[in-house]
């Protein structure tokens, strides 16, 4: 072995034992299976997870996104009703296709942000603007405080806009709205 | 029937078709998302024993947009979705706030379902609509008592939704005249300067008006022609004429220009005053949800956006628009045709200038965005830079910066070559008027129907009219500038305190220190209790210790204590007096705190020390400093208490602030002295040296400390263990330790700690 080799092979053993040591319970096709509840809810079975090696029941979990930016279908955190972390899916995307969708459903639902399609109107009054929009789940209006701290640049052309009570709304690139639109709020980039 | 959300008859006629009893309504909410997270209408309604869950699309009126803004139409729904419970069998309604989405859950016969989905629009009502849900399961009634709350999210008037909910304020509908009133207030004391001023500017307009008519008309037409005046040939008497005039013109102008300012500064410096004073005023959650930053601009800029328009902006309106209306009244008294030739050329400049500001205010916007990135890039790189070394980053580094640079750059040159370009071809459109002016107006004279003089004072008044078109082509984004400054000013101005003193405060300048929490509950955030219905009591002159877990709600005890924010529920006595209705001063001199996050102020270490009492004498700073153990390493300081500290000056270790704030607290001598981790940056021995020279300081004192480590507790009289906010267990430290709880729990494993590293 070369000497750069030599080093590479540590490094690789370093990374194994930092994710020994972490231990962190991946959740898999093989040892978990996901359910709707009569109640419209997702439960969990984690296989050989519970106590003495038996299957893990959980009726309830939640879903986490940790990189809901960059990766919002790799490395969710599945939590129980009190946050408490089970286990993380990897790539949601392993999956087959009824669990991928039972869980972006889920996923959806939590992180309600809809895609602004077409900006109609931006009234800036006072330190409010108000803004009319078209948007995936349809037509919308809201109005946001302090413009330019209230929208949040996420990667290069891609922008949240928090309104006055809290809801999302997102635009994934802002290159690709029609011009009119993207004149109407482009002062605010 | 009173409920959330009116329902309105066409919907109701619908759940009678379903074979809903709807003269029997109970309780009707609205919510704003379907199931599928599409804007929609969905219905939550009770009706006897039956609740129904009806979503669809209102062609009437959505959710989001209130009834009185839109016309009306015939009522129509297009159902999507209906679901019905039965109300015996509805337990335990919850509402569950997610990221961005929230769910309204139930428990139905035992297992729990989703009734509807809803965005944080609703979540108040959806909040009220669960309480009222519970009230009625227990057989309870709803009054209109349970609708106390500013009725409605939107603005009367016009249907805007209120931007502030907790200030009805819409600013669509605000009298702005009455915003504009009381800025003229802050000019109510200096009346005299408003009027001098106003003396001077009308003084101004009519001499700069006169002057062509004197500066070319008498000289080409009297002066240098015969025409039969005296005039003629007396270019000396003419010249001193006109450098007198031009004195005079100047002299006003700088008198006026010196006025303005003078008033204009004080006005701003009474705006500040004020601004900062109300704000000082305001409780603490108004801190909370702003950033310190934009509070700061408040102070700063929106101040100064006023001085800005009052220097500049006021007079130059009334400068321009006399100026302009006054020229073009002696130019078509002089000679209409070629006025009109002047102003056909007027509306050009005026959108050209129009279209460059709102370019030029992107591209500054933009310039002004770059470069504040690159600062803080800057700014991090280099507050960071142990860290930076430590891992060898600086390539990375400096490659970060490099891209920041050159956008910056960019965005600089974009500006730069835009103006290189754009200011010349404006100076083009005023030459080529000048030049079709001169055209027209050269025929004329050749032609005789004008006089040379005439021409020439034509020409000057021409160039008089490009100045105050300018000035009006872009005021229209001054003005809205302004007016958001004045109307963030007044927003702090008119912001009510949440914490704020009783009509008729007990005064007690004396207290015994006896301190009671009475099923006290409080939340930062509407239905997130971070306490929830604690009781206990320390007796005057009793120590208690606070333990429990991270953000189990120790630090909002101690907040809760010194009124920095209101209980939500119940109450907390000092003394046996509500704390709401004891006198602020009285409250805030019985009660001293050093808390968790510690704050140095710009100044010396004695002024620091000397802050809550300033008028303690050094001896006595000298011994608060002995007692928190601060005098050792003060002393060592080459300034020692007189070294300058605070805003980055002299870096003090955390132990040392820590110290210093100590210090502060022991000066103000108070009867309830309140340590929220206070020494946790501390070793075990000098905590401990604090320690004993507390606890003969607070023989009399009720003292509060609230700490991680077990051991700074040693000297408590009483425990309290605080957990997910409520008080889970409470005693002395052997009743606790007895208990085998959480206490034993978290003793036993600090212990098995010490012992392993081989401590005790």
């Known amino acids: 072995m070369t000497e750069q080799e030599l080093k590479n092979n540590d490094l690789s053993q370093e990374k194994e034992s930092l994710m020994a040591v972490a231990d962190i319970k991946y959740i898999t096709p093989e040892n978990g299976v996901f359910r709707r509840t009569a109640g419209n809810l997702v439960a969990l079975t984690f296989r050989g997870m519970g106590e003495n090696g038996a299957d893990l029941e959980c009726p309830r979990v939640l879903l986490h996104r940790s990189f809901p930016f960059t990766m919002p279908m790799e490395y969710l955190s599945v939590q129980d009703t009190e946050f408490n972390e089970i286990g993380m899916i990897r790539d949601l995307r392993a999956f087959d296709e009824q669990t991928q969708a039972l869980l972006t459903q889920e996923l959806e639902r939590k992180y309600f942000c809809p895609e602004i399609v077409r900006v109609l109107s931006v009234k800036e009054r006072f330190s409010y603007s108000y803004w009319e929009v078209e948007t995936s789940a349809g037509a919308v209006e809201f109005a946001v405080h302090d413009t330019f701290r209230n929208i949040i640049r996420a990667g290069n052309n891609r922008v949240l806009i928090l309104d006055v009570d809290g809801n999302r709304y997102n635009i994934t690139d802002t290159d690709q709205l029609d011009a009119q639109s993207l004149r109407k709020i482009e002062m605010y980039l | 029937m009173r409920t959330i959300d009116q329902v309105p008859p066409h919907i ?133 008592a349970d609708f106390d709350r500013e009725d409605s999210l939107f603005c009367p008037k016009c249907g805007m939704r209120y931007p502030d909910q907790a200030r009805k304020l819409c600013p669509k509908c605000m009298d702005k005249g009455t915003l504009w009133k009381r800025i003229l207030f802050f000019f109510g004391k200096y009346k005299r300067y408003v009027a001098l001023s106003m003396g001077f500017m009308v003084l101004n307009v009519v001499l700069s008006i006169v002057s062509p008519l004197v500066g070319s008309q008498l000289l080409y037409d009297e002066v240098l022609v015969d025409a039969g005046t005296p005039w003629y040939g007396q270019a000396l008497l003419y010249i001193l004429i006109l450098l007198g005039f031009r004195l005079l013109l100047l002299g006003i102008q700088v008198l006026q220009g010196r006025t303005v300012a003078k008033m204009s500064a004080r006005v701003v410096y009474d705006v500040k005053d004020t601004v900062f004073t109300a704000m000082q005023k305001l409780s603490l959650s108004f801190f909370n949800s702003r950033q310190t930053g934009g509070l700061m601009n408040r102070v700063n800029s929106d101040a100064q956006s006023l001085f800005d ?58 310039r002004w965005s770059s470069f504040h990135s690159m600062n803080s890039q800057l700014g991090d790189s280099l507050s960071g830079i142990r860290v930076v070394k430590a891992f060898a980053k600086e390539g990375v580094e400096g490659a970060r910066f490099e891209a920041a640079n050159a956008r910056a750059t960019a965005s600089d040159c974009s500006v730069r070559q835009r103006s290189a370009t754009i200011w010349p071809l404006l100076g083009l459109i005023i030459n080529v008027s000048t030049y079709i002016v001169w055209l027209v107006g050269g025929w004329m004279v050749v032609k005789g129907t004008l006089t040379f003089g005439e021409y020439m004072t034509f020409s000057a008044y021409m160039s008089m009219i490009y100045g105050p078109v300018g000035f009006f082509a872009q005021i229209s984004s001054w003005w809205t500038n302004c007016t958001n400054s004045i109307q963030r000013i007044f927003e702090v101005l008119d912001a009510r305190p949440d914490v704020c003193e009783a009509e008729n405060p007990v005064p007690m300048p004396e207290m015994q220190g006896a301190v009671e929490f009475k099923d006290v509950s409080f939340h930062y955030v509407v239905n997130k209790d971070v306490i929830k219905k604690a009781s206990f009591a320390i007796g005057a002159g009793q120590t208690i210790g606070i333990v429990g877990r991270t953000g189990a709600g120790k630090s909002t005890i101690a907040n809760l204590i010194t009124r920095l924010y209101d209980v939500s529920d119940g109450e907390v006595l000092i003394d046996g007096v509500n704390i709401k209705d004891i006198a602020m001063e009285d409250l805030r001199k019985n009660i001293s705190i050093v808390s968790q996050e510690i704050f140095i102020f710009m100044g010396t270490i004695a002024d620091n020390i000397r802050y809550a009492r300033p008028d303690a004498t050094m001896e006595e700073v000298i011994a608060a400093a002995t007692i928190a153990n601060a005098h050792e390493f003060i002393a060592k300081l080459p300034e020692g208490y007189e070294t300058y500290v605070g805003d980055s000056r002299r870096r003090l270790s955390g132990g040392e602030r820590q110290r210093i704030s100590i210090a502060r607290a022991i000066l103000r001598n108070p009867k309830i002295l309140i340590l929220d981790e206070a020494t946790a940056s501390m070793d075990t021995t000098t905590e401990r040296r604090i320690q004993e020279a507390l606890t003969r300081l607070v023989k009399g004192r009720t003292t509060v400390i609230i700490a991680h480590r077990l051991s700074t507790l040693r000297d408590a009289d009483v425990l309290a263990v605080i957990d997910e906010g409520k008080v889970a267990e409470y005693g002395t430290h052997a009743e606790l330790f007895a208990r085998k709880g959480i206490y034993h729990k978290l003793y036993t494993l600090q212990l098995e700690a010490l012992k392993n590293v081989g401590v005790e």
């Open chain 2, 12 to 144: 109701l006629t619908l759940l009678g078709d379903k074979g809903f009893d709807t003269a029997d309504l109970r309780l009707a909410v609205r919510s704003d998302v379907d199931m599928d997270g599409r804007y929609a209408d969905v219905w939550l309604v009770l009706c006897g024993d039956d609740f129904a869950v009806l979503s669809g699309y209102d062609r009437v009126q959505t959710a989001r947009k209130p009834l009185a803004t839109l016309p009306e139409i015939k009522p129509c729904f297009e159902q999507l979705d209906y679901r019905h419970f039965d109300f015996a069998q509805m337990e335990e309604p919850k509402v569950e706030q997610l990221i961005s989405g929230n769910h309204l859950s139930v428990n139905v016969g035992g297992e729990r379902q989703i009734l509807c989905r809803f965005s944080h629009t609703r979540l108040t009502d959806m909040n009220l609509f669960i309480a009222l849900f519970s009230k009625l399961k227990e057989g309870g009634c709803i009054t209109d």
């Open chain 2, 309 to 366: 328009f009052f220097v500049d902006g006021v007079p130059n309106i009334a400068v321009s628009a006399t100026t302009m209306i006054g020229v073009c009244v002696i130019m078509f008294t002089m000679q209409w045709k070629l006025t009109l030739v002047v102003l056909t050329c007027v509306p050009l400049f005026f959108f050209a200038i129009r279209f460059t500001f709102a370019l030029f205010d992107r591209l500054w916007r933009r």
